[in-house]
């Protein structure tokens, strides 16, 4: 009866406990996401205190608006079917077959998806815009085509296919295709009755990530659409920071949220399908030696295809930059002459760093006192309510979170407009979902009876966690950081309006000197998105070196 009684009083600590972890996190999004957002969209949608929700039907009327919804959209649609056509053989070559180099070429892979968008763009115009590759050898200019956009949205999410669908393709048992075989079931059969049912899932999730990315694109589109293609992220910006109409830009964020909300809705359903039982093996025992003409066909086919697509973008971007004779625009990085900033470029070096460590430990103990509550499995409504609110700064456009920073926070008791912790708190919104997702399935996977044994022996919650969890989530912990550092690193919707001209980031500098005119402003875009390039690279490659076939995936 007494260790019934200490069970019960144990169980009611934890739950105490992770009613405090939510705490945090729950106050951090209240204060610096829906205060925010909420006054964008107050300030656009209400006049005199009255709300005009007619204005959405307003908006929504004009054509050059359905236009940019239509652009959006289809744009979207067509980047995820290119994407799913040209990832899904590399997915197959990473599951199913083992070569030298495999490692050095999953690395290359995943490079593009922790580059900041404005860097992607920059090296596809490198590529394919006025004086690029392609000018030059053929005369031909894709820049302001809409085959710009939807390349380079395949170099940027080429790895979510390969990491979603590729991560669960070798851990499903041969086994059972070599049985339909078996039962004369020929290999195109075998594949699509067996393989491709379970694969199912982790394909539609994939495809929901690249649609929710391309949604909401907006550095490549910014960059390699110029003034004839807008997408919802871009046409916000547009409307908030060059012609000042803050309504519109209120609707068209509402329409986003809307959208993306749906999107993450059915995204979260594919995932919990995903999680059905399927029978799994250890991944580390599927891939094999390619066999046969076919299987070494494919494997060069990959190989090709990651060259010409994944790193000649990349290649191009870092020649560039070293076209002027003795580092001239590597150099020109060091003078703040003829700049658009009031300091040297080369100064975005240390802010981006500064900001994105800052950004990062916000990120990594927000996202990491949610993940802890998110284990809580007695409390499904709530827990599931707190899950969504991780993922909304998913689901509205980075520049109303910081056009809303402006508005919001600029008198007390929250007056940070002229603080620098401003751009932390911002890229901090970002990196949370992804230290969510990272740590969550191994913070699951922890057997729960330990938990409540340590409890039981009078363990207090934050002994509980110290002793039992972080021994086996550090490694998570550190990927988490890894990818929340690198995508602070790159986060430009919402720096570009709060960073100031005197503490410019990288993915800022980039993109004022890629809107001046002349070859040295050019010049100096390029040697900058080669320095972010870097580091992003090296950020990844320690990541890689921490991976779990557990914390590998995104």
Same mark, same amino acid.
């Given at each position: 009866?007494?260790?019934?009684?200490?069970?019960?009083?144990?169980?009611?600590?934890?739950?105490?406990?992770?009613?405090?972890?939510?705490?945090? $996190?729950?106050?951090?999004?209240?204060?610096?996401?829906?205060?925010?957002?909420?006054?964008?969209?107050?300030?656009? @949608?209400?006049?005199?205190?009255?709300?005009?929700?007619?204005?959405?039907?307003?908006?929504?009327?004009?054509?050059?608006?359905? #236009?940019?919804?239509? =652009?959006?959209?289809?744009?979207?649609?067509?980047?995820?079917?290119?994407? @799913?056509?040209?990832?899904?053989?590399?997915?197959?070559?990473?599951?199913?077959?083992?070569? $030298?180099?495999?490692?050095?070429?999953?690395?290359?892979?995943?490079?593009? =998806?922790?580059?900041?968008?404005?860097?992607?763009?920059?090296?596809?115009?490198?590529?394919?815009?006025?004086?690029?590759?392609?000018?030059?050898?053929?005369?031909?200019?894709?820049?302001?085509?809409?085959?710009?956009?939807?390349?380079? #949205?395949?170099?940027?999410? %080429?790895?979510?296919?390969?990491?979603?669908?590729?991560?669960?393709?070798?851990?499903?048992?041969?086994?059972?295709?070599?049985?339909?075989?078996?039962?004369?079931?020929?290999?195109?059969?075998?594949?699509?009755?067996?393989?491709?049912?379970a694969l199912g899932p982790a394909v539609a999730a994939a495809a929901l990530m690249v649609f929710l990315f391309t949604f909401t694109s907006f550095g490549v589109v910014q960059i390699l659409g110029g003034p004839t293609f807008s997408t919802l992220e871009v046409e916000i910006y547009r409307q908030t920071s060059e012609i000042f109409d803050l309504s519109t830009a209120a609707v068209l964020t509402v329409v986003q949220f809307a959208a993306v909300g749906s999107i993450l809705a059915v995204h979260a359903w594919t995932v919990r399908r995903r999680e059905t039982a399927l029978r799994l093996v250890d991944a580390s025992g599927t891939a094999r030696r390619p066999r046969g003409a076919g299987q070494w066909a494919l494997l060069a086919g990959v190989l090709a295809s990651s060259?010409?697509?994944?790193?000649?973008?990349?290649?191009?971007?870092?020649?560039?930059?070293?076209?002027?004779?003795?580092?001239? %625009?590597?150099?020109?990085?060091?003078?703040?002459?003829?700049?658009?900033?009031?300091?040297?470029?080369?100064?975005?070096?240390?802010?981006?760093?500064? %900001?994105?460590?800052?950004?990062?430990?916000?990120?990594?103990?927000?996202?990491?006192?949610?993940?802890?509550?998110?284990?809580?499995?007695?409390?499904?409504?709530?827990?599931?309510?707190?899950?969504?609110?991780?993922?909304?700064?998913?689901?509205?456009?980075?520049?109303?979170?910081?056009?809303?920073?402006?508005?919001?926070?600029?008198? $007390?008791?929250?007056?940070?407009?002229?603080?620098?912790? @401003?751009? $932390?708190?911002?890229?901090?919104?970002?990196?949370?979902?992804?230290?969510?997702?990272?740590?969550?399935?191994?913070?699951?996977?922890?057997?729960?009876?330990?938990?409540?044994?340590?409890?039981?022996?009078?363990?207090?919650?934050?002994?509980?966690?110290?002793?039992?969890? @972080?021994?086996?989530?550090?490694?998570?912990?550190?990927?988490?950081?890894?990818?929340?550092?690198?995508?602070?690193?790159?986060?430009?919707?919402?720096?570009?309006?709060?960073?100031?001209?005197?503490?410019?980031?990288?993915?800022?500098?980039?993109?004022?000197?890629?809107?001046?005119?002349?070859?040295?402003? %050019?010049?100096?875009?390029?040697?900058?998105?080669?320095?972010?390039?870097?580091?992003?690279?090296?950020?990844?490659?320690?990541?890689?070196?921490?991976?779990?076939?557990?914390?590998?995936?995104?």
């Amino acid at each position: 009866m007494d260790l019934a009684r200490t069970e019960v009083a144990a169980r009611r600590r934890g739950n105490a406990a992770r009613l405090g972890l939510m705490a945090l $996190p729950v106050a951090f999004f209240g204060l610096f996401f829906a205060y925010p957002v909420a006054a964008i969209l107050a300030r656009g @949608l209400r006049v005199d205190g009255v709300w005009r929700l007619g204005r959405l039907g307003e908006v929504l009327a004009q054509s050059d608006i359905r #236009h940019v919804l239509w =652009f959006t959209t289809w744009q979207a649609l067509a980047s995820t079917v290119l994407t @799913l056509l040209i990832a899904l053989p590399g997915a197959y070559v990473f599951a199913r077959l083992d070569f $030298p180099g495999k490692q050095v070429l999953r690395a290359v892979v995943t490079v593009p =998806f922790v580059l900041p968008t404005v860097v992607v763009g920059t090296a596809f115009l490198a590529l394919v815009g006025r004086g690029g590759l392609l000018d030059e050898l053929w005369g031909v200019r894709l820049d302001t085509t809409v085959w710009a956009i939807l390349l380079a #949205h395949v170099f940027f999410n %080429y790895a979510v296919v390969v990491r979603t669908v590729g991560g669960l393709w070798a851990q499903l048992d041969p086994r059972q295709e070599e049985a339909a075989r078996l039962l004369g079931a020929s290999r195109l059969r075998a594949w699509r009755t067996v393989t491709l049912p379970a694969l199912g899932p982790a394909v539609a999730a994939a495809a929901l990530m690249v649609f929710l990315f391309t949604f909401t694109s907006f550095g490549v589109v910014q960059i390699l659409g110029g003034p004839t293609f807008s997408t919802l992220e871009v046409e916000i910006y547009r409307q908030t920071s060059e012609i000042f109409d803050l309504s519109t830009a209120a609707v068209l964020t509402v329409v986003q949220f809307a959208a993306v909300g749906s999107i993450l809705a059915v995204h979260a359903w594919t995932v919990r399908r995903r999680e059905t039982a399927l029978r799994l093996v250890d991944a580390s025992g599927t891939a094999r030696r390619p066999r046969g003409a076919g299987q070494w066909a494919l494997l060069a086919g990959v190989l090709a295809s990651s060259a010409v697509l994944l790193v000649l973008p990349l290649a191009v971007l870092v020649q560039r930059s070293f076209d002027a004779p003795d580092f001239a %625009y590597y150099r020109a990085l060091t003078s703040a002459e003829g700049n658009v900033f009031l300091v040297p470029p080369i100064e975005a070096i240390g802010n981006s760093l500064e %900001y994105a460590l800052a950004a990062t430990a916000i990120a990594v103990v927000i996202g990491g006192l949610a993940a802890a509550a998110l284990t809580w499995r007695d409390a499904g409504r709530l827990v599931r309510g707190f899950d969504a609110l991780l993922m909304l700064p998913l689901g509205v456009s980075a520049v109303t979170v910081g056009f809303g920073f402006l508005i919001a926070l600029d008198e $007390p008791p929250l007056n940070l407009r002229a603080t620098w912790i @401003l751009v $932390p708190l911002a890229q901090a919104l970002v990196g949370v979902p992804f230290v969510v997702r990272t740590m969550l399935p191994v913070l699951r996977a922890v057997d729960g009876r330990l938990r409540e044994a340590a409890a039981v022996l009078g363990a207090s919650p934050w002994r509980v966690w110290r002793e039992v969890d @972080l021994p086996m989530v550090r490694r998570a912990l550190l990927v988490a950081a890894g990818f929340a550092f690198a995508v602070s690193l790159g986060e430009f919707g919402a720096t570009v309006f709060i960073a100031r001209p005197d503490n410019p980031t990288l993915p800022v500098a980039v993109a004022k000197l890629l809107g001046r005119a002349g070859e040295l402003n %050019y010049g100096q875009a390029m040697a900058l998105s080669t320095i972010l390039m870097l580091v992003c690279a090296v950020a990844l490659l320690v990541l890689e070196r921490l991976r779990t076939d557990r914390t590998g995936e995104f």
